[in-house]
């Protein structure tokens, strides 16, 4: 049982360049997110799902895309990379049926870096 | 929306010392409300949540938090810390969706 994985572990892409952020989890959680973590700010919520082939905004959307086409999986995409995506990614999964009754369950992060 | 504050950025204590490290939140009904800790270079862990009943709740490695709805506030609270507690504290917390929200965090350095 791996948890919540996450592929890569790092990067560094030039401005304008895109690239797929992956997160897996094998606990058959319904919920999954996708948060990004900066200095002095705690944890912003990009995107989330609430179940296969489901996605919605969360507070920092923009320039980001998902997809959760099959359960296990939560891709988080970046179209045109921006330095102001510099950052730590997070992914993160919950068993579903009322947030607040369960814990999320984080991935070890994917540290990107936009020159 | 939900806002999440942390009253402390960076608290710098010797071992032995308590720990005190303040949350309050903005949502005026039913809340969830946890505490995830990051240690240096690894994923958030879940230190204790509360959901319901007892307002004091204890969780691992010898954390609390009280719950004061009165006062809005989620304190999270270890009466003698040790070097191994030298992490990230987040504070989070869910208004009945999907979604938590989380403060900015406090870092907390323990000297040995």
């Known amino acids: 049982n791996a948890g919540v994985t996450q592929t890569p572990k790092f990067r560094v892409l030039k401005t304008g360049q895109s690239m797929t952020l992956l997160c897996a989890q094998d606990m058959n959680h319904e919920y999954m997110y996708w948060y990004r973590q900066d200095p002095g700010m705690g944890l912003r919520l990009i995107h989330y799902?609430?179940?296969?082939?489901?996605?919605a905004k969360g507070e920092v959307p923009d320039g980001y895309n998902v997809s959760r086409l099959k359960k296990q999986n939560f891709l988080l995409g970046l179209e045109s990379a921006a330095p102001s995506q510099t950052s730590v990614y997070f992914c993160?999964?919950?068993?579903?049926?009322?947030?607040?009754?369960?814990?999320?369950?984080f991935g070890p992060g994917t540290r990107l870096t936009v020159t | 929306a939900q806002s999440v504050s942390q009253h402390n950025h960076h608290v710098i204590l010797s071992e032995a010392a308590s720990l005190e490290l303040g949350c309050n939140y903005s949502?005026?009904?039913?809340?969830?409300l946890f505490w995830y800790v990051q240690y240096p270079g690894q994923h958030l862990q879940l230190l204790l949540k509360y959901f319901s009943g007892d307002p004091l709740v204890k969780g691992i490695k010898g954390f609390e938090a009280e719950f004061i709805k009165s006062k809005f506030s989620f304190n999270l609270r270890k009466p003698s810390v040790q070097w191994s507690d030298t992490a990230e504290y987040f504070c989070?917390?869910?208004?009945?969706?999907?979604?938590?929200?989380f403060g900015a965090g406090t870092t907390v350095t323990v000297r040995a």
């Open positions: 799902s609430v179940g296969e082939g489901t996605t």
């Open positions: 949502y005026g009904g039913t809340v969830n």
């Open positions: 993160a999964s919950n068993l579903g049926g009322g947030v607040g009754l369960n814990e999320q369950y």
């Open positions: 989070a917390v869910n208004s009945g969706d999907y979604k938590l929200s």
